[in-house]
């Protein structure tokens, strides 16, 4: 491609949805400077993707966007559980949970919580503080062609107002451009998995009545399981915005066409339960359910992020959290590499450890669709039909056995059945309230810009050892006294015992990445500290 560069940036992005925009918060937050490029003219319409899990939002909180989100988020915030009916009318109801959090137990393992925040809500907050920060995100605005060699990425890009042709080069490319991304094709990536699962029509319709007749049942969705008009109910203002998805077969001839405003109107009729129910159509967009995984999530300095390299079925919401958990450990990793402070070794560590995760998470999608008798999906009996634990393990108990950390137990599976966060290297740091100059925090909230050393208040020799490796490697690293005593750099609450929950003594000390997943952790007393943290982080930094 002899294409004459009219722009030079370190990381070019394609696609401006929850994956990409993500992308630019995070890189933004971390002094990246970028372009991001969508095709669209503009932000989601259509209210979807709704369900941003406690991993995302510890990563917004972080981000310095939570308080943002939530209130964008504020008219579902009442809206808890999932309901499962024959209609809403008769008396065949079941609460297949009716709390997300029952008992308040979350707090014991995050600062954050969950968040109903439709993708048309989010998408804007993202926008607005992805510029803040000195974002450049062009809507409107095409990728037609890339080309890549040992040193970068050349792009040609199309104002699809103007028609204009410019021609970028950027030294890294991430591709969030959706599950038929034009830039794998181009890479020639396969995909492999279960395949389509179903399909769905989404409907957005006006109805007032409808209110009365859900009542008081605030739920998040409602699974309608009528034998002859099923579907999935799902509020927007809980007044007279609605969204309901209509089971598509399209291997039996179906077509968009076949979806008019009035046979949408006497489904959702039938399904609700309620037939003189007013019902006014404001939209339609069809969807498919499909578990599938890429075969590589990289080639050269291309990335893959999100639905480009991951599909899979929508219950649990696992798919947007997934790609922008996805966004945030490709971010730090470019960060690193583009600032020196890393070899380019570092970027492999990507599909090392985000690929099996996927795997895992999109099996765990498929089988709670099963479990829910998510309408229009009819499971082939198999291993993966089986019951798998809930919700936690998936969103934040994941763990990395491979990558970028040193010390990872290979055996241990992806996705636990149950919750462990005890400072194992490849798991999420614990959360620990903790205290400094005075202000409550978090030790999740110190973990974005650099790797952070935890240390007992009384052992200054990690301290010493911290302040010549990163002289001598110029790795940044912030190192942390923890403890009760005088001296502390963060004040303990209630007596907690930060090294035994970190699963360390107060001789050790733990290395956390700056995506908050422990690198490595000395259980006890070495020899000689700064020889072995100078290895830990030139294996975890690949840097000779």
């Not at 560069?5 to 401006?16: E, K, Q, R, T, Y």
């Not at 919700?391 to 462990?420: H, I, N, S, T, W």
């Not at 970190?502 to 000390?509: D, R, V």
Request: proline share 6%; with cysteine; glycine share 10%.
């Amino acid at each position: 491609m002899n294409e004459k560069v009219d722009h030079h940036v370190p990381v070019l992005i394609v696609g401006g949805s929850l994956v990409g925009l993500s992308a630019s918060l995070f890189l933004g937050r971390l002094d990246v400077e970028h372009l991001l490029v969508e095709k669209h003219a503009d932000t989601s319409v259509h209210p979807r993707g709704r369900g941003n899990n406690v991993r995302t939002m510890e990563l917004f909180r972080t981000a310095g966007v939570e308080s943002q989100i939530r209130e964008a988020a504020s008219v579902l915030a009442d809206n808890h559980g999932i309901l499962q009916a024959v209609s809403l009318t008769g008396d065949d109801q079941e609460w297949l949970f009716k709390e997300i959090d029952p008992g308040g137990g979350l707090a014991r393992f995050s600062p954050a919580g969950w968040c109903l925040c439709s993708q048309n809500d989010l998408e804007p907050v993202l926008v607005r503080c992805a510029r803040d920060l000195g974002g450049d995100l062009r809507f409107s605005t095409e990728l037609v062609a890339f080309d890549q060699d040992a040193d970068g990425v050349t792009a040609v890009l199309k104002d699809r107002s103007s028609g204009e042709r410019s021609t970028v080069r950027a030294d890294y490319l991430i591709a969030a451009d959706g599950p038929r991304s034009p830039v794998r094709e181009r890479l020639g990536i396969g995909l492999s998995g279960a395949g389509d699962l179903f399909h769905n029509v989404s409907v957005t319709f006006r109805s007032r009545q409808l209110a009365d007749v859900v009542g008081d049942r605030r739920f998040i969705v409602c699974y309608l399981t009528g034998p002859d008009a099923d579907g999935a109910l799902l509020p927007v203002d809980n007044r007279e915005q609605w969204v309901f998805h209509l089971p598509w077969q399209p291997d039996r001839g179906e077509t968009l066409d076949d979806f008019t405003d009035a046979r949408c109107v006497a489904h959702i009729r039938r399904a609700t339960g309620a037939p003189d129910l007013d019902v006014e159509i404001t939209g339609k967009a069809p969807w498919h359910a499909a578990e599938r995984v890429a075969d590589r999530y990289a080639s050269g300095r291309v990335f893959l992020a999100g639905d480009s390299v991951h599909e899979m079925s929508p219950t649990g919401a696992f798919g947007s959290n997934t790609g922008i958990q996805d966004a945030h450990n490709l971010t730090w990793k470019l960060a690193a590499v583009l600032n020196g402070s890393a070899g380019a070794g570092l970027l492999e560590t990507y599909e090392a450890e985000r690929r099996p995760v996927a795997e895992a998470t999109s099996r765990r999608a498929s089988s709670r669709s099963a479990e829910h008798s998510h309408p229009g999906y009819a499971p082939v009996p198999g291993p993966a039909g089986g019951k798998q634990g809930g919700l936690l393990p998936v969103a934040l108990g994941y763990r990395y056995p491979r990558g970028a950390v040193v010390g990872a137990d290979p055996e241990q599976p992806v996705v636990p059945d149950g919750m462990r966060l005890a400072g194992d290297p490849g798991s999420r740091a614990p959360h620990l309230w903790v205290s400094r100059y005075g202000v409550r925090r978090s030790t999740l909230d110190l973990y974005e810009r650099s790797f952070v050393l935890l240390t007992d208040v009384g052992e200054e020799a990690w301290r010493s050892a911290a302040k010549r490796v990163t002289d001598r490697l110029s790795v940044p690293l912030d190192v942390y006294a923890v403890g009760t005593g005088a001296g502390a750099d963060l004040v303990t609450e209630g007596g907690t015992d930060w090294a035994e929950a970190h699963g360390t003594t107060a001789e050790g000390a733990v290395l956390v990445r700056p995506d908050g997943f422990v690198a490595w952790r000395a259980p006890a007393a070495v020899t000689d500290h700064e020889a072995e943290l100078a290895e830990v982080l030139g294996t975890l930094l690949s840097r000779p």
